[in-house]
């Protein structure tokens, strides 16, 4: 499948800022890891400009090994070391200078992060991706996805998709295609439905079934790459479908050429993210 002539034809006059500028709100003190991934990943996929919005007790730390063009916010934390909702005021600032959000990797489940990740949605209007235990902190709270003010893509696997609409798994495991139209139907977002032949669904219609992709991807930071790779399509302007559908293609096909060098037992999150810039090789 070759990738749209937006993101693959950049005017000579290009600007770093025209490829869009993505906050991340990510990572805490046990799961550092999946802010760095989903980082770097939106970086490999063109993202302009990445900041990253991560506990204040992590930020050195993650300062010495982020990838150099990343940039860091340091935000209020819980006692638990993640994000607290007392960086609620702090993120507002930044949402108005930010093109994408992506919400959720790493970021634990503590009881103010919660509140925080519904309240930081909530006010968000621009295109958001929502993943990991920002799903988690919606699956009691779905008003929040009906009354959303921007277009937003949700990440999950089959276990967060029955825990956030409150399934059975088996049922979700049975009827993939027409559970994730519904669902995407009636909360008016796109929904990519991960797993063997990620399904990515809109609200109006459109499904994709994506056919690249091995099961060695089934690893830690896999799915927070995917995240990056949405929002950094985003950013450089494709709409909520096609960024969703052209990023699950993209995220198996540097998947298959990881699997190829590392093999699909001894591959990492980290070897997917290194093959994004052949992946879009392959697309161009």
């Not at 400009?49 to 982020?66: D, E, F, H, Y």
């Not at 960086?87 to 503590?110: E, H, R, Y």
């Not at 008003?143 to 277009?151: A, D, M, N």
Request: proline residues 3%; glycine residues 10%; hydrophobic residues 45%.
């Amino acid at each position: 499948m070759r990738l749209p002539a937006r993101l693959l034809q950049r005017k000579a006059r290009t600007h770093k800022g025209d490829c869009g500028h993505i906050l991340i709100l990510a990572g805490s003190g046990k799961f550092s890891g999946a802010a760095l991934l989903c980082a770097e990943a939106a970086m490999r996929a063109g993202a302009g400009l990445v900041t990253l919005g991560i506990p204040k007790s992590i930020n050195l730390a993650l300062i010495k090994v982020k990838p150099k063009e990343v940039m860091t916010l340091a935000l209020a934390e819980t006692k638990e070391g993640t994000l607290s909702e007392l960086a609620f005021a702090k993120i507002c600032l930044t949402l108005k200078q930010i093109d994408v959000l992506i919400i959720g990797p790493g970021l634990g489940n503590s009881k103010s992060t919660y509140a925080l990740i519904r309240k930081v949605i909530n006010k968000c209007a621009c295109p958001m991706v929502i993943d990991a235990d920002a799903l988690n902190a919606l699956s009691k709270n779905l008003k929040v996805l009906r009354r959303h003010k921007s277009e937003i893509v949700l990440t999950p696997h089959e276990k967060e998709f029955s825990r956030l609409f409150g399934l059975n798994i088996s049922e979700v495991r049975k009827n993939r295609k027409l559970i994730a139209q519904n669902y995407a139907k009636y909360y008016n977002t796109v929904i990519i439905l991960k797993g063997h032949n990620s399904i990515v669904a809109d609200g109006r219609g459109k499904l994709y079934i994506n056919k690249t992709g091995n099961p060695g991807m089934a690893t830690a930071g896999s799915g927070d790459a995917l995240s990056g790779i949405v929002g950094a399509f985003l950013a450089q302007g494709l709409d909520v479908f096609n960024a969703a559908k052209y990023a699950t293609y993209i995220h198996g096909l540097a998947g298959d050429k990881a699997a190829k060098d590392k093999t699909q037992m001894g591959m990492i999150a980290s070897d997917i993210i290194e093959m994004i810039p052949e992946a879009i090789k392959l697309s161009s």
